[in-house]
């Protein structure tokens, strides 16, 4: 054994004793763990056998042998079964990897470049088939422990977390990671807290049809994460196809908002669709879904109480005229053509005229001038998203 090896046997405990401090101290999940002295005897136990059977198969030129993947599976299926999150188990490691590459080089000398580089090349192939293991030993208790809705959760987090462990939660779900995301957010108004397992069984039966990533993040908020072309796509692909699905599952009137953004900024474009959602009108069917660009108006004046006041006082004006509502909401989305909206909304052109005039008499502005349309299309916004109920 060289002088190398022979210097890393020797530090093997103290090594070993520093890598499970090194755990408690930057993985909440190992203090905890560690806080048991059996668990922490364990996890010594184990990273000590990890060096020095490390030093044996480099020495004798071996790499790792069947059963040593196996233990280490068996190692990492047993912390998902002690409740590690996904997270901690790969940035698990991440550290011991660092640490195992650090103590290495401390030892090292100008003497020993060609055990040295022995080393690395063992540590960084082996490294690689020992990880992957304990990955596989985590993940496949993980199937057998949580539902998929629960698992999906956790893609969810580590997603908006930018974790690297997410590649593994998401390949071993067959779930397709991407550069850029459309960030669906789902209100759900009114709807009563469910249960783990009501919940779990929407995101599923929505994951059957789809395969992407989505999870509830409030009791009325569901959060969808579906694959954009282009980070500046706006609005992204269709994901009307998606929504629809969930609102069909969920039973319930909706609001709807979406913002693209890369995946290593989604908590922006999740904050973004957030914010779009509470401006957008509320529909029991979905047959829109809101960007920033069809709710800026009502974002504007949402934040400002004196206009938001003034709004409401046009709007109470209109909610008290027959279908005035509705009747300037279908005008608006078909453009203002009088006869696509009077096929929409089943009357006569005629009538629809004669809605408009009323209109006009009670709010005193005409709804297809200019003013009209920035003062009423917004009345009508806020009062189908429910903002003045």
């Given at each position: 054994?060289?002088?190398?090896?022979?210097?890393?046997m020797k530090?093997?405990d103290?090594?070993?004793?520093?890598?499970?401090?090194?755990y408690?101290?930057?993985?909440?999940?190992?203090?905890?763990?560690a806080?048991?002295?059996?668990?922490?005897?364990?996890?010594?136990d184990?990273?000590?056998?990890?060096?020095?059977?490390?030093?044996?198969?480099?020495?004798?030129?071996?790499?790792?042998s069947g059963e040593?993947l196996?233990?280490?599976?068996?190692?990492g299926r047993?912390?998902?079964?002690e409740?590690?999150?996904?997270?901690?188990?790969?940035?698990v490691?991440?550290?011991?990897?660092?640490?195992?590459?650090?103590?290495?080089?401390?030892?090292?000398?100008?003497d020993?470049?060609?055990?040295?580089?022995r080393?690395?090349?063992?540590?960084?192939?082996?490294?690689t088939r020992?990880?992957?293991?304990?990955?596989?030993?985590?993940?496949?208790?993980?199937?057998?422990?949580?539902?998929?809705?629960?698992?999906?959760?956790?893609?969810?987090?580590?997603?908006?977390?930018?974790?690297?462990?997410?590649?593994?939660?998401?390949?071993?779900?067959?779930?397709?990671?991407?550069?850029?995301?459309?960030?669906?957010?789902?209100r759900?108004?009114g709807?009563?807290?469910?249960?783990?397992?009501?919940?779990?069984a929407?995101?599923?039966?929505?994951f059957?049809?789809?395969?992407?990533?989505l999870a509830?993040?409030r009791?009325d908020?569901?959060?969808?994460?579906?694959?954009?072309?282009?980070?500046?796509?706006?609005p992204?692909?269709?994901p009307?196809?998606?929504v629809?699905?969930?609102a069909?599952?969920?039973?319930?009137?909706?609001?709807?908002?979406?913002?693209?953004g890369?995946?290593?900024?989604?908590?922006?474009?999740?904050?973004?669709?957030?914010q779009?959602?509470?401006?957008?009108?509320?529909?029991r069917?979905?047959?829109?879904?809101?960007?920033?660009?069809?709710?800026?108006?009502?974002?504007?004046?949402?934040?400002?109480?004196?206009?938001?006041?003034w709004?409401?006082?046009v709007?109470?004006?209109?909610?008290?005229?027959?279908?005035?509502?509705?009747?300037?909401?279908?005008y608006?989305r078909?453009?203002m053509?009088?006869l696509?909206?009077?096929v929409?909304?089943?009357?006569h052109?005629?009538?629809l005229?004669?809605?408009l005039?009323?209109?006009?008499?009670?709010?005193?502005?005409?709804?297809?001038?200019?003013?009209?349309?920035?003062?009423?299309?917004?009345?009508?916004?806020?009062l189908?998203?429910g903002?003045?109920?």
């Amino acid at each position: 054994m060289s002088g190398l090896l022979d210097e890393l046997m020797k530090r093997s405990d103290a090594n070993a004793r520093a890598e499970v401090k090194a755990y408690e101290r930057e993985l909440p999940d190992y203090r905890v763990h560690a806080a048991d002295p059996r668990s922490r005897a364990e996890m010594l136990d184990y990273a000590v056998w990890f060096r020095r059977h490390t030093v044996e198969l480099v020495s004798e030129s071996r790499g790792l042998s069947g059963e040593d993947l196996s233990f280490i599976g068996d190692i990492g299926r047993k912390r998902a079964e002690e409740g590690f999150s996904t997270g901690a188990a790969q940035r698990v490691l991440a550290l011991h990897a660092t640490l195992m590459l650090r103590e290495i080089n401390e030892v090292a000398d100008g003497d020993d470049l060609e055990e040295l580089l022995r080393l690395t090349a063992w540590f960084g192939e082996q490294g690689t088939r020992g990880s992957g293991s304990y990955l596989d030993g985590y993940l496949a208790a993980q199937r057998l422990r949580l539902s998929v809705g629960k698992r999906l959760h956790d893609l969810v987090d580590l997603l908006l977390a930018g974790d690297l462990s997410a590649a593994g939660l998401a390949r071993d779900l067959g779930v397709c990671l991407h550069d850029h995301y459309a960030a669906v957010v789902m209100r759900f108004p009114g709807r009563p807290p469910c249960c783990g397992d009501g919940d779990d069984a929407v995101v599923e039966s929505v994951f059957k049809m789809h395969a992407v990533p989505l999870a509830w993040r409030r009791p009325d908020e569901l959060l969808a994460l579906l694959p954009a072309c282009s980070p500046r796509a706006e609005p992204p692909d269709d994901p009307l196809p998606v929504v629809r699905d969930i609102a069909e599952v969920v039973e319930g009137p909706c609001r709807v908002g979406v913002a693209t953004g890369p995946a290593g900024r989604l908590p922006e474009a999740v904050s973004t669709a957030r914010q779009v959602a509470e401006a957008a009108p509320v529909q029991r069917v979905p047959h829109t879904v809101c960007g920033i660009a069809d709710v800026f108006v009502e974002l504007g004046v949402a934040r400002v109480p004196e206009v938001d006041q003034w709004l409401r006082d046009v709007a109470r004006r209109l909610a008290n005229g027959p279908d005035l509502v509705r009747t300037l909401d279908v005008y608006y989305r078909n453009d203002m053509n009088r006869l696509r909206a009077a096929v929409a909304l089943h009357i006569h052109p005629r009538t629809l005229d004669y809605r408009l005039r009323r209109v006009r008499e009670v709010t005193a502005v005409d709804p297809g001038s200019t003013k009209g349309v920035r003062v009423l299309s917004a009345a009508v916004a806020r009062l189908l998203a429910g903002a003045w109920t």
